[in-house]
T-cell receptor, first 112, second 110 residues
Framework: DADVTQTPRNRITKTGKRIMLECSQT?????MYWYRQDPGLGLRLIYY???????NKGEISDGYSVSRQAQAKFSLSLESAIPNQTALYFC???????????FGPGTRLTVL | QKEVEQDPGPLSVPEGAIVSLNCTYS??????FMWYRQYSRKGPELLMY????GNKEDGRFTAQVDKSSKYISLFIRDSQPSDSATYLC??????????FGGGTRLMVKP
């Protein structure tokens, strides 16, 4: 069974729609992250959370919001999707004192 | 200028070749260096993790860090078609987030 799961795996939506991407983990890690990946740009950090009550903006948080519903769940929302948010989105987790990050399988989002 | 630069490739080599993948970084405060491997339609997974300058070997893989020139390398000996993937370097300093390079796509042809 996968340790970090993401739903949906693929999503096509229209400009202006609200979208939520969900991430769940069974690794028991405190730290969770949301990244987007674009060709040639690598992974860029959107938001991260060190525990349920701690939410921090990353490099590219504009246009996104997050919710840490529990230690195991971290959701990413696009309030009003736009075409340049078309990308691969990855959730990751890590232990509090270990910076190796474990990634989910990704969500491919297309905004038309 | 990006903090971590990588040639995007693709890099195409025949099976059995020695592969050299490279990154440069600009922040001299970076202390920890990682290589992640990402297969198509999968999330990245940690391949190698080094601290400070020098070499670290793990099977066919060798990670090399030269802090004086801010240069990171990953060498793959006896490359196999199963090594075909995108390789992402990443670095950070204590208490801060990972900074990833853009990734190099490697294709190893049988």
């Amino acid at each position: 069974d996968a340790d970090v799961t993401q739903t949906p795996r693929n999503r096509i939506t229209k400009t202006g729609k609200r979208i939520m991407l969900e991430c769940s983990q069974t690794k028991g890690h405190d730290r969770m992250y949301w990244y987007r990946q674009d060709p040639g740009l690598g992974l860029r950090l959107i938001y991260y959370s060190f525990d349920v009550k701690d939410i921090n903006k990353g490099e590219i948080s504009d246009g996104y919001s997050v919710s840490r519903q529990a230690q195991a769940k971290f959701s990413l929302s696009l309030e009003s999707a736009i075409p340049n948010q078309t990308a691969l989105y990855f959730c990751a987790t890590s232990e509090q004192t270990d910076n190796e990050q474990f990634f989910g399988p990704g969500t491919r989002l297309t905004v038309l | 200028q990006k903090e971590v630069e990588q040639d995007p490739g693709p890099l195409s080599v025949p099976e059995g070749a020695i592969v050299s993948l490279n990154c440069t970084y600009s922040n001299s405060a970076f202390q920890y260096f990682m290589w992640y491997r990402q297969y198509s339609r999968k999330g990245p997974e940690l391949l190698m993790y080094t601290y400070s300058s020098g070499n670290k070997e793990d099977g066919r893989f060798t990670a090399q860090v030269d802090k004086s020139s801010k240069y990171i390398s990953l060498f793959i000996r006896d490359s196999q078609p199963s090594d075909s993937a995108t390789y992402l370097c990443a670095t950070y300093n204590a208490g801060n987030m990972l900074t990833f390079g853009g990734g190099t796509r490697l294709m190893v042809k049988p």
